[in-house]
């Protein structure tokens, strides 16, 4: 099965300053789904960005933009301009775009934000 | 309008009784989920349903058991609740891998069980 390993159990970052969050992934396949997700303390998860690994050009969504290393099997979220909404935990996701319907997760990040 | 949807958000009972969580979606997809969330926040995926089909079962107690009435809806019934099942539960919705927004994973508010 597939692994997702976030290795920051925690960050933190000053208000309006950038963040980058650490995902890496295990997989043999070439074709997939990258995802990260937002946890607020409301616990609704919230898509924030996908990235499709065919795609060689990094998604972007606003302050959200991602690094994504397809040979290092690396997926790392950038929070630009950070902001006191943004305090959340963050998820990393992984799918495969061929087969089966199964999500992998990983630990996820708490992320604080400092005013 | 609400694309993924639970009822109860929240449920508190004593331990020995049988409880359910309804999800609806109205997203058109076609697979349904139910993941568990821990106080460590970790999400466990538990169940999956493919347009009515069970197609993911982890290893979950048999107190736990899904249904699939349509592929709109997933519910989760649970036998003699443990003080273990405390938790937050989520439903969640995805289409297949072709299309707009393929792929991607949709997630209802959540149903916060407490144990007694």
């Known amino acids: 099965a597939q692994t997702v390993t976030q290795s920051q159990p925690e960050m933190s970052v000053q208000e309006a300053e950038t963040v980058t969050l650490s995902c890496t992934y295990d997989t043999s396949e070439s074709d997939y789904y990258l995802f990260w997700y937002k946890q607020p303390p409301s616990r609704q998860m919230i898509l924030v960005i996908r990235q499709e690994a065919y795609k060689q050009q990094n998604a972007t969504e606003n302050r959200f933009s991602v690094n994504f290393q397809k040979a290092a099997k690396s997926f790392s979220l950038k929070i630009s301009d950070s902001q006191l909404g943004d305090a959340a935990m963050y998820f990393c996701?992984?799918?495969?775009?061929?087969?089966?319907?199964?999500?992998?997760f990983g630990t996820g990040t708490s992320l604080t934000v400092i005013p | 309008d609400t694309a993924v949807s639970q009822t109860p958000k929240y449920l508190v009972t004593q331990m020995g009784n049988d409880k359910s969580i309804k999800c609806e979606q109205n997203?058109?997809?076609?697979?349904m989920y139910w993941y568990k969330q821990d106080s460590k926040k970790f999400l466990k995926i538990m169940f999956s349903?493919?347009?009515?089909?069970?197609?993911i079962n982890e290893t979950v107690p048999n107190r736990f058991s899904p249904k699939s009435p349509d592929k709109a809806h997933l519910n989760l019934h649970i036998n003699s609740l443990e003080l273990g099942d405390s938790a937050v539960y989520f439903c969640?919705?995805?289409?297949?891998?072709?299309?707009?927004?393929?792929?991607?994973?949709?997630f209802g508010p959540g149903t916060r069980l407490l144990v007694l």
């Open positions: 997203l058109g997809h076609d697979t």
């Open positions: 969640a919705s995805s289409q297949g891998l072709r299309g707009v927004g393929r792929g991607t994973q949709y």
């Open positions: 349903y493919n347009n009515k089909e069970l197609i």
């Open positions: 996701a992984y799918r495969s775009a061929n087969t089966g319907n199964q999500f992998y």
